[in-house]
């Protein structure tokens, strides 16, 4: 079992910048690939990116929405995954999740495993 609690969500104007965090417990922690998702109100929840660990260096993976401006990344000591925004636009906002997946490194949300509450990101035009 896997537990994910995300934080940082939070309100920003157009231009800004938010970091959201993702605190893992429950297995080690580098056993398996983690991902950034959102959800807008009568959206699809869409991958924003993943973050794993190959044989030798961390892989990541950006969705078309966040190549240029998020950036992802891991701290194996904290159990913890960072998702940075910067150049944050009105249509960012949505709820953020983070999510496990035990099994290679997928793209789709039918490939995490666990997933956290959710966190609200709201950018003001």
């Known amino acids: 079992q896997v537990q994910l609690v995300e934080s940082g969500g939070g309100l920003v104007q157009a231009g800004g910048s938010l970091r959201l965090s993702c605190a893992a417990s429950g297995r080690p922690f580098s056993d398996y690939t983690m991902g950034w998702f959102r959800q807008a109100p009568g959206k699809e929840r869409d991958i924003v990116g993943a973050v794993g660990i190959g044989v030798s260096a961390v892989t990541t993976y950006y969705g078309e929405s966040a190549k240029g401006r998020f950036t992802i990344s891991r701290d194996n000591a904290k159990n913890t995954i960072y998702l940075q925004m910067d150049s944050l636009k009105p249509e960012d906002t949505a709820v953020y999740y983070c999510?496990?997946?035990?099994?290679?490194?997928?793209?789709?949300?039918?490939?995490?495993?666990?997933w956290g509450q959710g966190t609200q990101v709201t950018v003001s035009s």
């Open positions: 999510a496990a997946s035990l099994h290679g490194f997928p793209k789709q949300e039918d490939g995490y495993n666990y």
